[in-house]
């Protein structure tokens, strides 16, 4: 696939390619990129990893920031967070020696780089329990600037943040910045995760007017999980509608298995371990 087909895949409003994708060896870095994070977001993850740790070792700190950026999130996403922690600390240790450069239309840029490494930073606190690092390091990737996709991470983190400190009304307002970030720039797997966030944000909420809404948002993020085979994203959304609507909970229960099993074949060994032994992953 061409640079422009996979940024296309990677942040617009396509659905992602059926199947793998592969790149040559010698295709540019940023394809390759491009490419990996395709891989991540549908649960192919061993994929993404054989690409992934060679761009660590890139003669371009950008690149390599990006990579080692990559990655930890793919470890998040399967439970991971102590050990995407050190590879986010990679990412920004590369990305503050980045000369300033004309911006990126997606943010594969150095201020990009900064905030995607102190947003992964901040996830990685925030799942440690460490709230106020978690608050201190969102506030330093907001102040980066870094474009449409540093927006909609963080309004993914700063509601997690409130989530996670129990005030759920709070997390209502990042949560819909994202949703409205991810909508304009057209970015389809993007608007999928914030209807997520914001499913869950209204839903510890609790208020009954709007969970016809969150059963909605959640549904409809199912939904395109499976028509983009955004399988990362699949599992997640199907366990949470199995505990929202107890009346179909064994129906989303077996969803979310079935889609994790085959996540966890597509995983590598070290991916496979973090999973198994990860709180956030059911067993």
């Known amino acids: 696939m061409q640079e422009r ?9 396509d659905p992602l390619p059926a199947g793998p994708i592969a790149v040559p060896p010698s295709a540019p870095p940023v394809a390759r990129l491009l490419a990996a994070v395709v891989l991540g977001a ?4 061993a994929a993404a990893m054989t690409i992934l740790e ?5 003669a371009s700190p950008l690149v390599a920031s990006l990579a080692a950026s990559t990655l930890a999130s793919h470890r998040r996403q399967l439970g991971g967070h102590t050990r995407a922690r050190p590879l986010d600390g990679e990412a920004y240790a590369l990305a503050v020696t980045l000369p300033s450069a004309a911006p990126d239309p997606d943010g594969l840029d150095a201020a990009g780089a900064r905030a995607d490494a102190l947003l992964g ?29 540093a927006t909609v991470r963080s309004g993914w983190v700063g509601a997690e943040i409130e989530l ?9 307002a990042p949560a819909r910045r994202a949703l409205a970030a991810a909508r304009e720039r057209g970015a389809r797997r993007h608007e999928v995760k914030s209807g997520i966030v914001l499913g869950v944000a209204l839903v510890a909420e609790g208020d009954p007017g709007e969970r016809d809404n969150a059963r909605d948002l959640l549904e409809n993020a199912l939904t395109a999980t ?6 990362s994203l699949s599992w997640v959304v199907a366990g ?3 505990d929202l609507r107890a009346e179909h909970a064994e129906e989303y229960r077996f969803r979310a298995a079935q889609v994790l099993h085959a996540v966890l074949r597509r995983a590598d060994p070290g991916g ?5 032994g990860s709180p956030w992953v059911p067993t």
Do not use: T
């Open 240 to 242: 949470v509608l199995a």
């Open 121 to 149: 930073l901040a996830a990685d606190n925030l799942a440690l329990g460490r709230l106020g690092a978690a608050r201190g390091l969102l506030a330093r990737a907001r102040a980066e600037d870094a474009g449409w996709r």
């Open 5 to 13: 087909s996979l940024r296309i895949a990677a942040f617009g409003g």
């Open 42 to 45: 549908q649960g192919r993850y």
């Open 272 to 276: 496979r371990r973090i999973a198994r």
């Open 54 to 58: 060679a761009l660590r070792g890139s």
């Open 226 to 231: 499976q028509e983009s085979e955004l399988h």
């Open 164 to 172: 996670a400190a129990g005030r759920a009304a709070a997390a209502l």
